[in-house]
């Protein structure tokens, strides 16, 4: 009797041990197919798209953007209609095939670029272009030096932070010859935080923190303000938002990535920024626009643990099942062949 039961356990125990490899390996597989994928952004934002952008809003936002001059964000539209089978009307596709027909794109640009570059006012496209142009060739950094220098001398007002952007901007134009490129993204994401903050599209939040790291890195108190003759020493707080500003700039263009800095909060937001760039290229600001104006860090670590916690639930349950019966079945075990030996 007590040999047939030590048997039974012995074989329930091995089916438990089984039972737990497996599911083992169901958990290692399900993890293993998220290698490579940190974020699945895409896939949670298009399931919500289905529903956030219907034809009719589509339209409407697309013909809004058209009647404001935003041709990039119209074509936005139009291609994230295609994307989702809901096309925009033919009406509104006319208007947008004139208004990126080159004579079209020309006669804007004509009248805003120079402009741009001579001011650094910026009101549409062609005038952004003018004044990131003007900065690459670091005469919209010394202009920008001397407009704030004289009114902040003068207890006017004055913004702080373009002071140091333009002060670090002439330092790093200077690399950028010298190290015949090298510096070309810390020029790049400078001129592009520059013209966010003329614009407004850069948030207060961001602002704040990149004040203060800009502080920090010129030796400063974090309320205190950079002096411009030191603005260049805070080059360095620039180093990783540098090379995610110039990963935008490839996926989306120059003047689009100004325009998405309004969906950033924080420095350590720019990766996030990054990610969804190069995900959705042009598409990105429709797509934002569309899905609101959420953190994209916020939404993205919700979005990691609702897909995790929902694709290997079933291999949980599995691995503390066959936990708990391969603990039982050892003690049961142990239990059993202790007395089955004494009968």
Known sequence: MGARAVRVVDWTSRGCRVALAASLVVVAVGAASDLG???PLEVAIERGLAEAAPA??????????????????????????????????????????????????????????????????????????????????????????????????????????ILGLAAAGVAVTAATYVSAGGAAPARFSLSVLKAARRTGAMTAEFAADLGRRFAKAAGRTADAAPEASRGARALGALSGPAADLRAVGSAVGTAETVRMMKYVRTVDDLPDLRRFAERFGARSRAVAEVMGRASLRAFRTTVRFAELIAKHLIAIAMWLGGLLAGAVSNVAWRGVRFFAARV
């Open 56 to 161: 009719e809003r589509l339209e409407a936002r697309a013909r809004a953007a058209l009647e404001a001059d935003d041709v990039d964000l119209a074509r936005g539209f139009a291609d994230l209609g295609q994307q989702l089978g809901r096309p925009l009307t033919a009406e509104t596709l006319a208007r947008l095939s004139a208004a990126e027909a080159p004579a079209a794109v020309a006669m804007r640009n004509a009248r805003g670029a120079a402009r741009g570059f001579a001011t650094g006012e910026i009101d549409g496209t062609a005038s952004l272009a003018g004044a990131i142009a003007a900065d690459l060739t670091v005469i919209g950094d010394l202009r920008d030096l001397a407009r704030e220098g004289v009114a902040r001398a003068k207890g006017e007002e004055h913004s702080d932070l």
């Open 37 to 39: 994928y940190t974020v």
